[in-house]
């Protein structure tokens, strides 16, 4: 193998493609980036046997040829190089990296047993990448971090009605849903995306301006930016539970506070949590209060301007579930909906309703 590629080029899908190469005991391949060179271009793939990424350059082709490269120390080295260009052979077993100025042998590793990164064959749509990127960054923090239930550690993406898609994650103590607008966009099947590649997709997505084709077949889906950039991800096996079943019907109290104000206040109750990170909720008809105990550091409350409708509540929540969820919503306003002392809480904005969020309270 021999070629020469620009260095900025090489540098930006470097780092879109190798972030997804990770140490892997029984195959070391899988800490390599593959450099696969023919007459016409230069692949570049990762894959970390969950998901896959191939970009294609454009270089000067001397001879063609195959090499695994550790992902990390080329990426460093690329990072260093001055030069515009950078010529990229192999020699003995090393990748030779050359600029006019600088000489690098980084020692290969065989690349038969580098996987295969499936290529799908069903029809391609284009989707707004955009909003798929934002409906993936609103929810996919409610995840489940535990890999007991995987449907429960993914993100559910359906087509609740036409032009759009909802996105859903939920740990069973909370669940954010986030609608998207997507034209045009037709969606046969759910999908259940795992969440660590979710996030991946989620950044391809925003790093790329370009709006990708979906394709999606019954264990895969797949992100193709134009001709040079692919990206697939197994989905999750198993279904989502019904989330519908446990949003309340009816509630008895609705409270509208600004959202700055409720952040504010969440942020001091932090600094007075107790190791069950408990925070109390006092709503009445013209303020809500937010109170911490710690029996190491002492006590808050702090009210806020609160317009509610319904009877008097209080509940306590883990101060980070209720938290987490403030940045996500867009409105100046929010309305915090209860449905009863032991019942959900549901979040909406005052004008935006793509966004809803529901938290458990905690029982003590």
Same mark, same amino acid.
């Given at each position: 193998?021999?070629?020469?590629?620009?260095?900025?080029?090489?540098?930006?899908?470097?780092?879109?493609?190798?972030?997804?190469?990770?140490?892997?005991?029984?195959?070391?391949?899988?800490?390599?980036?593959?450099?696969?060179?023919?007459? +016409?271009?230069?692949?570049?793939?990762?894959?970390?046997?969950?998901? &896959? /990424?191939?970009?294609?350059?454009?270089?000067?082709?001397?001879?063609? #040829?195959?090499?695994? *490269?550790?992902?990390?120390?080329?990426?460093?080295?690329?990072?260093?190089?001055?030069? +515009?260009?950078?010529?990229?052979?192999? =020699?003995?077993?090393?990748?030779?990296? $050359? #600029?006019? $100025?600088?000489?690098?042998?980084?020692?290969?590793?065989?690349?038969?047993?580098?996987?295969? /990164?499936?290529?799908?064959?069903?029809?391609?749509?284009? *989707?707004? &990448?955009?909003?798929?990127?934002?409906? /993936?960054?609103?929810?996919?923090?409610?995840?489940?971090?535990?890999?007991?239930?995987? $449907?429960?550690?993914?993100?559910?993406?359906?087509?609740?009605?036409?032009?759009?898609?909802?996105?859903?994650?939920?740990?069973?103590?909370?669940?954010? =849903?986030?609608? *998207?607008?997507?034209?045009?966009?037709?969606?046969?099947?759910?999908?259940?995306?795992?969440?660590?590649?979710?996030?991946?997709?989620?950044?391809?997505? $925003?790093?790329?301006?370009?709006?990708?084709?979906?394709?999606?077949?019954?264990?895969?889906?797949?992100?193709? %930016?134009?001709?040079?950039?692919?990206?697939?991800?197994?989905?999750?096996?198993?279904? @989502?539970?019904?989330?519908?079943?446990?949003?309340?019907?009816?509630?008895?109290?609705?409270?509208?506070?600004?959202?700055?104000?409720?952040?504010?206040?969440?942020? +001091?109750?932090? /600094?007075?949590?107790?190791? %069950?990170?408990?925070?109390?909720?006092?709503?009445?008809?013209?303020?809500?209060?937010?109170?911490?105990?710690?029996?190491?550091?002492?006590?808050?409350?702090?009210?806020?301007?609160?317009?509610?409708?319904? =009877?008097?509540?209080?509940?306590?929540?883990?101060?980070?579930?209720?938290?987490?969820?403030?940045?996500? @919503?867009?409105?100046?306003?929010?309305?915090?909906?209860?449905?009863?002392?032991?019942?959900?809480?549901?979040?909406?904005?005052?004008?935006?309703?793509?966004?809803?969020?529901?938290?458990?309270?905690?029982?003590?």
């Amino acid at each position: 193998m021999h070629v020469t590629v620009a260095t900025e080029t090489l540098q930006q899908k470097l780092e879109l493609v190798a972030r997804v190469s990770t140490k892997h005991v029984t195959l070391p391949v899988l800490q390599c980036v593959l450099l696969e060179v023919n007459k +016409k271009e230069i692949t570049i793939k990762a894959t970390n046997l969950e998901i &896959g /990424i191939e970009a294609t350059i454009s270089g000067s082709i001397e001879e063609e #040829g195959v090499v695994a *490269v550790p992902a990390v120390t080329l990426i460093q080295t690329i990072n260093l190089h001055t030069q +515009k260009e950078v010529t990229l052979r192999v =020699e003995e077993g090393s990748l030779v990296v $050359e #600029g006019k $100025e600088s000489t690098t042998q980084i020692k290969t590793i065989p690349h038969d047993e580098f996987p295969t /990164i499936p290529r799908l064959t069903t029809d391609p749509q284009v *989707v707004n &990448g955009a909003q798929f990127a934002l409906g /993936i960054k609103t929810v996919v923090f409610a995840a489940s971090q535990s890999s007991i239930k995987p $449907e429960l550690g993914s993100v559910y993406i359906f087509q609740k009605k036409e032009h759009s898609l909802t996105f859903v994650a939920t740990d069973s103590f909370r669940l954010m =849903e986030k609608t *998207v607008t997507q034209p045009n966009v037709a969606l046969d099947d759910s999908l259940l995306i795992p969440q660590k590649n979710a996030l991946e997709i989620m950044r391809m997505l $925003e790093s790329v301006s370009e709006d990708p084709k979906l394709q999606v077949d019954e264990n895969q889906c797949a992100f193709m %930016f134009g001709d040079d950039l692919y990206i697939t991800s197994r989905l999750t096996s198993g279904s @989502f539970p019904d989330y519908n079943q446990i949003i309340p019907k009816e509630y008895v109290t609705h409270s509208t506070v600004l959202r700055k104000d409720l952040i504010h206040a969440f942020k +001091k109750s932090n /600094i007075f949590l107790n190791k %069950f990170m408990q925070v109390g909720l006092i709503v009445t008809s013209d303020a809500l209060t937010v109170s911490a105990t710690s029996g190491e550091v002492g006590a808050t409350t702090e009210s806020i301007a609160a317009s509610t409708k319904g =009877e008097d509540i209080t509940l306590n929540f883990n101060q980070r579930y209720v938290a987490e969820s403030l940045n996500h @919503f867009v409105d100046d306003s929010v309305v915090l909906h209860f449905a009863g002392i032991g019942r959900p809480m549901v979040i909406e904005g005052v004008n935006d309703t793509s966004t809803r969020y529901l938290v458990m309270p905690m029982n003590k």
